[in-house]
């Protein structure tokens, strides 16, 4: 709901002034590139072939959290 509310809001004016279909083009896919970087950030994870169907990144960041606590000393 975010995004479309952004690209709805969006001031278009500047795309409409514009004389060449390029300039138009490039415009248009920087604004639609810049909001969804905003509103839709890639992440990335790792998956192994060698991961039982259980291992999901819920899981991998339990994990890691308990790893750290154990690092840190905190045995609670």
């Known amino acids: 709901m975010l995004l479309a509310h952004a690209i709805a809001s969006q001031n278009w004016s500047q795309l409409y002034l514009m004389q060449s279909t390029d300039a ?3 415009y248009f896919y920087s ?12 992440v990335a994870f790792t998956n192994y072939s060698t991961d039982k169907p259980w291992i999901t990144e819920n899981f991998r960041l339990l994990i890691r959290s308990r790893q750290l606590a154990f690092h840190r000393g905190d045995n609670d």
């Open 24 to 26: 138009m083009l490039h």
């Open 31 to 42: 604004v639609i590139q810049s909001l969804l970087d905003t509103y839709l950030p890639y």
